[in-house]
C-alpha cells in the first residue's frame, strides 16, 4: 500500500535545486515525489503556510559514539542526568546525555544524519553497537588511520602506494566506515616518545617518516579508491597559539587536490597582542577562499560546561591541567590513544572569548557556504544543541554585537570580528547544512527535495527568533515518515549506518592476517563489524564510489 503525503504551500528552501519559493512537498512512501495527476489526493495533508521547509540536515562532524564518547560518560557520571529532571544549567546536562536522547535531541532540530568522525579501526565495533543504538537518524563512522604501525611501516620500508591503497580499502570495508581521518599524523607515536610537540615536517620516531608523507600517502589513497569523502583531516598543532602556519601549511600540502579540515577554528591562532594569543581568522579565511580544493568545517566553540573527548593523545596530554572537573583520562592505545578532558569555556575568559570569535570569522570570511561546514566539533566546542544559538548568530550582525559587547574587551580587540556585518541568509544556511553536506559525504539521495530523494524533510515556523526556529522543527520526517512535531519526538524508528565499500586487491586479507597473528597473536577479524552484530533488518547502506 502507497502511503502519499503533501506538505502543503510552505516555502521551500533547497538551494540544491535552486529552489525559494512557495510550493508543495509531495512523498510517496519514503521517496520525495513528484505531484500526482489531478484528482488524486493525498493520505496525509500538512499545512507549512507560513513555514520554511528545507531537507533534513546533515551534519558532518559529531562525537556521537565510541569508546572516547563512552569514557567520557563513564568519567563524568555525576553530569549526566539521574533519575530526577536536572535544571539545565547543571554540568553537561547539556553533553551528558545517553545515545538514545541523541537522536531525538538531533531530530527536533531537523538534522537526520550525522557523521561520528574518529573511530580508531579496534573500536570499530563498539562505535556501530552504539551508533545501532542512536534513534530516527542515518549515521556514518570515518575511520582513524595514520598513527598505526602497519601504515607507518609501509612507509618506512618505501612499498608503494597500491599495497596502502589496499590496506586503506580493506579498512574501510572491515570497519564499514563512509570515509577516512587522520589526526595530528605521526603526533601519537611520536608522544609515546616523550614528544610535546608535533609538526608537519618533524619526523615520527622509530619510522623516519615525517607527518607530511603520512598525509600526503592517505590522501592519495582515498582519492584512488575513488571514496567520495576526501580525507577528513584534524591538523597537529592543535589550539596553540600561532598554529594559523600548521593549517595553512596544510593547506599548501593539499597540493590541489581534494582535502577537508577539521574544526578549523582550533587552529585559527595568531600570536598578536599582549597575551600573545589573537585571532588569525582572516588570514586563515583568505587561505581557504583562495584553495578551491578545500572544505572545512568550524568547530565554533560556545560558552558552557562541556568535555573534549579526542584521539589527539598528545593535545590532550597537554591540556590535562585545565580539566574542569579536575579529573581527566588519558589512554594510550594501540594506535591513537586518546584523552578525555572535561573544559567550561568562559565568556569572561580572554582566550575563551578570542577562539567563539574566530569560530565566527571563519563562518562569516570564508565567502562560499558550500565549503565551510557547520560543526561544533560536538561535544568539543560546545554541545550539538547549541546549533540553533549559533545560526542565530549568524544571520543577525545585531546579535553578535550585543554579544561582543558583554565579552572582554581586550578579547575582542584582537579580532574583527566586530567589523564584519555579513549575515547568512537562510539559503546559505540551507547549502551549508543541507545541500554542500550531501555532496561532500557522496550522498547522491539526500541534502536536497528533488524527486527520488529519500524524504528527509524538517519544517520549522519561520520565526524571527532563528535560534528557537531551528531549536524546535514545526515537522521533521525521517524516510516520509513523521517522526517529530513541534520539538518533540512522536515516534521512534531505526536509521542506517552509510558506508563505502571501495574495490582491492584482496590479496590484502593475507597479509592482515598474517601481520596481526604475528604481532598481537590476534585474528584480524578484531577490525571486522558483522552484518549479524546490529540487530536491525537493513543495518547498513553503502554509498557508490567514483
Ligand atoms: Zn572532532
Known amino acids: 500500500m502507497t502511503v502519499l503525503t503533501r506538505i502543503k504551500g510552505g516555502r521551500i528552501v533547497d538551494p540544491a535545486t535552486r529552489r525559494d519559493q512557495i510550493d508543495d512537498i509531495?512523498?510517496?512512501?519514503?521517496?520525495?515525489?513528484?505531484p500526482p495527476d489531478g484528482g488524486i489526493r493525498a493520505d496525509y495533508t500538512y499545512d507549512a503556510g507560513g513555514k520554511i521547509v528545507m531537507a533534513g540536515g546533515?551534519?558532518?562532524?559529531s562525537h556521537i559514539a565510541g569508546f572516547n564518547v563512552n569514557t567520557a560518560r563513564l568519567l563524568l557520571p555525576e553530569l549526566h542526568r539521574g533519575s530526577v529532571p536536572r535544571p539545565v544549567d547543571t554540568p553537561l546536562s547539556t553533553a551528558g546525555w545517553s545515545t538514545f536522547e541523541t537522536g531525538c535531541r538531533y531530530a527536533a532540530m531537523g538534522f537526520t544524519t550525522v557523521v561520528e568522525p574518529a573511530v580508531p579501526p579496534s573500536f570499530a565495533l563498539h562505535a556501530h553497537l552504539e551508533l545501532a543504538d542512536i534513534p530516527i537518524i542515518d549515521k556514518a563512522s570515518l575511520a582513524v588511520l595514520g598513527n598505526d604501525d602497519f601504515l607507518l611501516s609501509l612507509l618506512r620500508t618505501s612499498q608503494g602506494s597500491a599495497i596502502i591503497r589496499d590496506y586503506v580499502a580493506w579498512t574501510l570495508e572491515s570497519t564499514r566506515s563512509l570515509g577516512i581521518k587522520v589526526i595530528n599524523a605521526g603526533g601519537a607515536v611520536a608522544f609515546k616518545a616523550n614528544a610535546r610537540q608535533f609538526s608537519l615536517d618533524d619526523i615520527v620516531p622509530h619510522y623516519g617518516v615525517t607527518s607530511r608523507?603520512?598525509?600526503?600517502?592517505?590522501q592519495f589513497a582515498v582519492q584512488e579508491l575513488g571514496v567520495p569523502h576526501p580525507l577528513h583531516v584534524h591538523c597537529n598543532n592543535l589550539g596553540l597559539p600561532g598554529n594559523v602556519e600548521t593549517a595553512i601549511e596544510t593547506i599548501a600540502a593539499a597540493d590541489g587536490l581534494p582535502m577537508h579540515l577539521a574544526h578549523?577554528?582550533?587552529?585559527?591562532?595568531?600570536?598578536?597582542?599582549?597575551?600573545?594569543?589573537?585571532s588569525a581568522a582572516p588570514v586563515l579565511a583568505e587561505a581557504v577562499n583562495k584553495a578551491t580544493n578545500m572544505t572545512v568545517d568550524v568547530g565554533q566553540v560556545m560558552f558552557g560546561q562541556t568535555v573534549t573527548v579526542s584521539l589527539d593523545v598528545l593535545r590532550q596530554f597537554n591540556s590535562r591541567d585545565q580539566a574542569q572537573p579536575r579529573k581527566w583520562l588519558i589512554f594510550d592505545g594501540d594506535a591513537e590513544g586518546a584523552g578525555v578532558v572535561p573544559y567550561n569555556y568562559r565568556a569572561?575568559?580572554?582566550?575563551?572569548?578570542?577562539?567563539?570569535?574566530?569560530?565566527?570569522?571563519?563562518?562569516?570570511?570564508?565567502?562560499?557556504?558550500?565549503?565551510?561546514?557547520?560543526?561544533?566539533?560536538?561535544?568539543?566546542?560546545?554541545?550539538?544543541?547549541?546549533?540553533?544559538?549559533?545560526?542565530?548568530?549568524?544571520?543577525?550582525a545585531e546579535l553578535r554585537a550585543q554579544w561582543i559587547a558583554k565579552l572582554p574587551a581586550n578579547?575582542?580587540?584582537?579580532?574583527?570580528?566586530?567589523?564584519?556585518?555579513?549575515?547568512?541568509?537562510?539559503?546559505?544556511?540551507?547549502?551549508?547544512?543541507?545541500?554542500?553536506p550531501a555532496q561532500l559525504l557522496g550522498l547522491k539521495d539526500r541534502g536536497h527535495l528533488r524527486t527520488g530523494a529519500i524524504?528527509?524533510?524538517?519544517?520549522?515556523?519561520?520565526?524571527?527568533?532563528?535560534?528557537?526556529m531551528f531549536r524546535a522543527a514545526a515537522l521533521v520526517f525521517k524516510n516520509g515518515?513523521?517522526?517529530?512535531?513541534?520539538?518533540?519526538?512522536?515516534r521512534y524508528r531505526w536509521g542506517r549506518a552509510l558506508k563505502v565499500s571501495p574495490n582491492y586487491d584482496r590479496d590484502i586479507e593475507r597479509r592482515m592476517r598474517t601481520y596481526y597473528e604475528e604481532r598481537y597473536g590476534l585474528a584480524s577479524d578484531l577490525m571486522k563489524v558483522p552484518q549479524h552484530a546490529i540487530p536491525r533488518p537493513e543495518p547498513f547502506e553503502s554509498v557508490p564510489c567514483r
Open 455 to 468: 524524504a528527509d524533510v524538517a519544517v520549522y515556523d519561520d520565526d524571527r527568533d532563528r535560534a528557537r
Open 481 to 490: 515518515e513523521l517522526v517529530a512535531r513541534n520539538g518533540q519526538v512522536i
Open 264 to 278: 578549523l577554528q582550533f587552529y585559527g591562532y595568531g600570536r598578536e597582542g599582549e597575551r600573545g594569543f589573537s
Open 213 to 218: 608523507t603520512i598525509l600526503k600517502s592517505l
Open 411 to 436: 578579547a575582542m580587540a584582537v579580532t574583527s570580528l566586530a567589523s564584519i556585518k555579513r549575515e547568512y541568509s537562510l539559503g546559505e544556511i540551507a547549502t551549508m547544512t543541507r545541500a554542500a
Open 58 to 61: 546533515i551534519d558532518i562532524h
Open 26 to 34: 509531495w512523498i510517496r512512501d519514503e521517496r520525495i515525489a513528484d
Open 348 to 396: 569572561n575568559n580572554f582566550y575563551n572569548a578570542v577562539q567563539w570569535a574566530v569560530g565566527l570569522e571563519l563562518f562569516l570570511l570564508i565567502e562560499d557556504p558550500s565549503r565551510v561546514f557547520f560543526t561544533t566539533d560536538h561535544p568539543n566546542g560546545a554541545p550539538f544543541t547549541t546549533y540553533p544559538e549559533i545560526f542565530a548568530l549568524l544571520m543577525d
